[in-house]
């Protein structure tokens, strides 16, 4: 079974400009999860589909970030236009079906590392 | 919000000594604690996870112990091994919320 994957692994941009990350999850899961992780601090979270409505997004910086997932399939997150204080790691991660007062580990994908010069 | 704190944020131990990361939460509400592991080059796993229900938790070497009254839960790996190496992250969360990550743990164990 193929885990969750980011694309690209790498992206180097000028601020100013436009990035949209990608991410696949692992196939039928229903719940998709945005993080950050800025050098040396914690993993933040971003924001949670199910499916393709957004659960939560209460960790989205501000509205220059804008997470997509039509079809409920992969998602992208855009970010536009890109500020030096963007630069870090963005994980997504999976889930299967939640059950109701329940947990599903959350499966990683190997991030995107995003440098904003 | 949930605040979590992780210590230390480098460890380096000896092959075969012990490795111990706590982490604190400020949430009372929060009742699931999973621990995750990053490898170089790749994205956090699970590696053990408690709940609340549930003062120790024991997976071959590796052990995770929670004190709901203090709000701290602890990683435990005995008889480390170099592939141990890694950055260790706890975290927390409440039914239907996020998870709420330490700042990470750099793990590395000396042949």
């Known amino acids: 079974e193929a885990g969750v994957t980011q694309f690209p692994s790498h992206s180097v941009i000028e601020k100013g400009q436009t990035v949209t990350l990608r991410c696949d999850p692992i196939s039928g899961h229903d719940n998709l999860y945005w993080y950050r992780r800025v050098m040396g601090k914690e993993i933040k979270f971003l924001l949670h589909?199910?499916?393709?409505?957004?659960?939560?997004e209460s960790g989205m910086p501000n509205n220059r970030f804008l997470a997509e997932r039509t079809g409920g399939t992969y998602s992208t997150l855009k970010v536009q236009p890109a500020e030096l204080e963007d630069s870090g790691v963005y994980f997504c991660a999976s889930s299967q079906d939640l059950l109701a007062g329940a947990y599903n580990e959350q499966f990683f994908g190997p991030g995107t590392r995003l440098t904003v010069l | 919000g949930e605040n979590v704190e992780q210590h230390p944020s480098t460890l380096s131990v000896q092959e075969g000594d012990s490795a111990v990361i706590k982490c604190t939460y400020s949430d009372s509400a929060s009742n699931y604690f999973p621990w995750y592991k990053q490898e170089l080059g790749k994205g956090p796993q699970l590696i053990i996870d408690?709940?609340?229900?549930?003062g120790e938790k024991k997976d071959q070497r590796i052990a995770v112990t929670l004190n709901k009254t203090a709000k701290h839960f602890s990683l435990h790996i005995t008889e480390t091994q170099p592939e141990d190496s890694a950055v260790y992250f706890c975290a927390a969360s409440s039914p239907g919320n996020q998870f709420y990550f330490g700042t990470g743990t750099s793990l590395t164990v000396i042949p």
């Open positions: 408690i709940r609340s229900n549930v």
């Open positions: 589909f199910v499916k393709e409505s957004k659960q939560d």
